[in-house]
């Protein structure tokens, strides 16, 4: 039997256990396919740096010699085993992860439509067939611009010119495309679940979609987060709590918004809402209000950021408790987060 479950409870069941569990499918690929490709680039990094002071005295000096040609020569080697079958197990790490997380999902999708309606979820949801060809391009894409460019610097030329940051440089190439295929295996998964969330909605025939965001969303997201729209139809873009961020041109957006963006939307009903209750959608916007006038936040984003996000928020009328108020207020006329930015 279905049971309807209150808006903070489902809440908590779309923000934090069902955005978790995808996170952990994420994560396992990303580590099965770049843990050691990152460990063997920075370990390189260190012994190339460790070795050119050994070799020439200090990390600016000159680099001459057979010394700087083993140096370039280690460099290389490390560059080319950190990029070799790159793109191969990143593609098959994500093929892997988007079936695990398109099962895991439609399952998420209908215990959510359960707990929002206390009646059964549909039975079938049509989800589309995985489409993984940008995915697929945009790993080969990153190991040519990694392997072109690492191979630009690690020249005998263009390290005596440069010295050891050269090499380092030449490092940090490789390193940018393990990167990059790290975040196109994030997003190809969060994309598989917006897809089939999308799918959940028309199978439960609720004719629009919630933006959920995580607790710890960046200031954009955290804007978007309880937002509506019609199913299939896109948000309005450039919307953040950050005035700065603010782009009333550009087109519109759905999630995910960015890499390592965990959002989701949700279908929903208005005929799902209980008069007299908070609704799901507002208690979503609510929640990320709290978030902002918290600073909650990840250690990518600006202090300064967060805060002209508080004095936007507090510019308005937000629907929070008093104390959560008085304590924003004091924050934005310090300046800074007395708590600290971190999510409890
Ligand atoms: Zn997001």
Redo the contacts with the bound molecule.
Sequence with gaps: MAERLDPQALLELVQQRQIDEIASIEDKAVKAATEKRFALIDDASRSATVNWVKAFGSMSAEGTGSLLGDLIASALKASNTSLKGLETSAFSALTEAVGGSVTTATAQGAAFVEGATGKAAAARVAVPAPDLAEERAALKAAVADGEKGFKALLKRTVVERLGLRGILGGLSQARQAITRAKSTISTGINKSVQKTMQATATANKAPQEVWV??RD??TR?LKYAGQIVDKGKDWTGGQSWDPNQVDKNAPGVR????PN???RPVPWNPAWAKPGEVSLPEAISREAERSVARGFSLASESNASRVRALKELLSGSPNLPKTVLERARRDLRNGEFARGRAVP
């Design positions: 965001a995580e969303a960046c997201c999630p995910p918004l960015h963006c965990r959002c």
